[in-house]
């Protein structure tokens, strides 16, 4: 997928980027984590063209970061959950996240909002809950839609946010 | 820089892709973390060609996450330093590097450790401290040298490896 691996690096990140260092399929799994099941969820959100769509979630899979699962017979249909695997990249797009919403703010307010799912406190960048003060694990998270989202006139998945969990 | 902006879409994990969403840019920024400074640093460090590397230094210059530096007269010589922004990276590179360990280990154990720099203990991909227990926040971590780059003999960066603050 990538055109060269970086030979000689031993390097985590390096390796990371090997398989997910490509900015579709990073967005293909931050829909994923946010719900996306089918090709036409993914495809209509993304605005991505069916082949390329086709090949990064062959690759996916592939990878082990999403599972293939038939959903209906006749006509035969799949939905591509995400793996435990894939789950566990959840923090790199919250933190891709949060850097953006601070960097590149939203005119409206933040897109999504990252709450304690415990006790619905804002949790910031620090990983630190606004509400309760408490340190929050990422699998505690909850991702909703925000005001920036709301203000642009924009909806959450049809099959519903949710968690990163 | 990348073929398309996600027009339409409303969030700063694609905002963030714009900026970052290219694997030679991660790498860079992952060796500016690591302490790389000069173009001749990198460019040995990633085997990346000399004129994708000066598009890229110039685009992160550009955009704020790197600050070109003379550190020399005669002849004038540059070095990048990574601005407050770009330093805000770094968690997203180190979520990165815990999911690769994770998933894609390296023979010889991990490259990197991350340390707490209050008491030595290491970091878990929860950040959470193995010897004092405490949840250790992004800039309170000390990245340094493991086994597993040890194993293959190779070495850190001349100008030392630098805590991602």
Known sequence: MLDRTYDGQVCSVARALEVVGERWTLLILRDAVLGA???????????????VLTARLEWLVDEGLLERRRYQERPERFEYALTPKGRDLAPVLVMLMKWGDRHYPTPGGVPMLTLHRECGGRVDRRMRCGRCTE??????????????LKAAGLEPFASGLRASR
Do not use: Q, S, Y
């Open 135 to 148: 340190h929050v694990n990422f699998d505690e998270l909850e991702i909703t839609a925000g005001p920036g």
């Open 37 to 51: 099941r089918r090709f036409d969820e993914f495809r209509d959100r993304l605005g991505i063209a069916t082949n």
